[in-house]
């Protein structure tokens, strides 16, 4: 399989291209011993943001559990900063691999403001700063979550997530069910966060135009395997490439099953 191309502009000032944070060598990851995810080998750099797309039961969520620590691999190594990840979720997540789980993990019987306090951290990054990102939040922190809108429910999921200042920030469809008119506003927030705070992003998003749009590469599975990996840029220019990986009529190296 192809490790994507990585942009240009994941550097670290001018000193040579900068490790990767988070890394799959050959990841192979399932459910009760049944293989969902074969073989897989990503990195994802400092700043980057990684679109990671595919079609229902691809293996998407798996993939990105597994980064969490959620799921043990069956073969292969996934490491964040350079160590490997492993089932201790929490000390993970202390290690700034952050997941944005496809429920956005939010208490809808608490306020904004109570939702974001309990995901403070030492270290992390102050709410006001959050609220800076998302000033609709502020407007509405006495609101109870399960009164917001679908769009303000995934402004405070990411905001939420953004507090613990991730190194590695894993966001799993956050605009499920939402208008794509909501994720056009709030993707480019995203890649705007992204390049002010270094953070690497693995974005799974069924809106694959607006994900390309804002992403520096991307991955596209089916059935598990790696169909079309490389820039955002060149998959962009090449959308029925895209749309054929989708079907698993890639032709590549990696044949679906
Ligand atoms: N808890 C589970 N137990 C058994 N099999 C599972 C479980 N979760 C997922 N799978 C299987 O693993 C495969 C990959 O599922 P996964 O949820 O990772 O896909 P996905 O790309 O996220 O799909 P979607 O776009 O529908 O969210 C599918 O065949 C699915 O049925
Ligand atoms: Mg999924």
Known sequence: MTTPTVSDDTT???????????????VTVGHFGVPAVRELSIDVHPGEILALLGPNGAGKTT???????ALPVMSGTITAMGTPIDSRVERNARRGVTLVPDNRGLFHRLSVTD???LARRKGGTPIDV???YFPKLQTLRGRRC???SGGEQQMLALAKALLTKPSVLLIDELSMGLAPVLVQDLLPRL???????NMAVVLVEQHIDLALGIADSAV???HGR???AGSARELRAGRDRVEAAYFGRSGGADDPE
């Open 115 to 117: 939702n974001l306090r």
């Open 130 to 132: 959050v609220y800076e």
């Open 63 to 69: 993939t990105l559990l597994s980064a969490v620590g």
């Open 220 to 222: 596209v599975l089916h």
């Open 226 to 228: 790696v169909a079309l």
């Open 191 to 197: 890649r705007a966060i992204a390049d002010e705070q």
């Open 12 to 26: 670290t000032g001018g000193s040579g291209p900068a490790a990767p944070v988070l890394s799959f060598d050959k």
């Open 146 to 148: 399960g009164n917001l």
